[in-house]
């Protein structure tokens, strides 16, 4: 079975310029979650999806920050404009579920605000 | 907000030793409680997940609650160095249908 798939792995960016990821989540998994962690923190939930509805968003900067899983399977993360203390990873889960319980994360992108 | 400490270390053990790592949670609520293990570098994988109160063992792992604490921890037996890592501790408050993670502690295991 393919794990949660993430793109890219790497990006450095300027401050005030735009970024997004990518995530494919495990097949047959009905929920997805985008978690950021800085270095030296535990993951913090951004959002979380259930197929293609938001069920959570409210530690999502929404000024900045925006996320969408159209047709409820991969989803996109867009960060525009970023600042400097966006850098950090940023983690995809899925799980099968409408259950938090068993999550399998993605390998993360790493992001680099200059 | 509710909110999951643990101590951030480094927590340093002699291969072959005990260790034992620990959290405690705000929410009365939580039902959920689970030890993600973290590589350098890598994502989080779940290693331990437990419900009730008391003790729950999975091989070189086990899991211990207790609600009336708010205190849930990981023991590792017969540590490895290959058990060197950050381990998270989560936690699903009442109510909600999402993860709370801790900062993390890491372990260090030297030969």
């Known amino acids: 079975e393919a794990g949660v798939a993430q793109s890219p792995r790497y990006k450095i960016i300027e401050k005030r310029q735009s970024v997004a990821f990518w995530c494919n989540p495990i097949?047959?998994?009905?929920?997805l979650y985008w978690y950021q962690q800085i270095l030296g923190q535990g993951p913090k939930l951004l959002i979380q999806?259930?197929?293609?509805?938001?069920?959570?968003d409210s530690q999502l900067p929404k000024d900045r920050f925006s996320a969408e899983r159209l047709k409820g399977v991969d989803s996109t993360l867009k960060i525009q404009p970023a600042k400097l203390e966006d850098s950090a990873v940023y983690l995809c889960?899925?799980?099968?579920?409408?259950?938090?319980?068993?999550?399998?994360f993605g390998p993360g992108t790493r992001l680099t605000v200059l | 907000q509710k909110e999951v400490e643990q101590n951030s270390g480094p927590l340093s053990v002699p291969e072959g030793a005990i260790a034992s790592l620990n959290c405690t949670y705000s929410?009365?609520?939580?039902?959920?409680f689970f030890w993600y293990r973290q590589y350098s570098g890598k994502s989080p994988e779940l290693i331990m997940s437990?419900?009730?109160?008391g003790d729950k063992e999975d091989g070189r792992f086990t899991a211990q609650l207790n609600k009336a604490s708010q205190y849930v921890s990981l023991l590792i037996r017969d540590s490895q160095p290959s058990d060197s890592a950050t381990y998270l501790c989560?936690?699903?408050?009442?109510?909600?249908?999402?993860?709370?993670f801790g900062a993390g502690t890491r372990l260090a295991v030297h030969p």
């Open positions: 889960a899925s799980s099968l579920a409408d259950s938090a319980d068993t999550q399998y």
């Open positions: 437990i419900y009730s109160n």
């Open positions: 929410d009365r609520g939580s039902q959920s």
């Open positions: 989560a936690v699903r408050p009442g109510g909600y249908n999402k993860l709370i």
């Open positions: 097949s047959g998994h009905a929920t």
């Open positions: 999806f259930q197929n293609n509805g938001v069920v959570d």
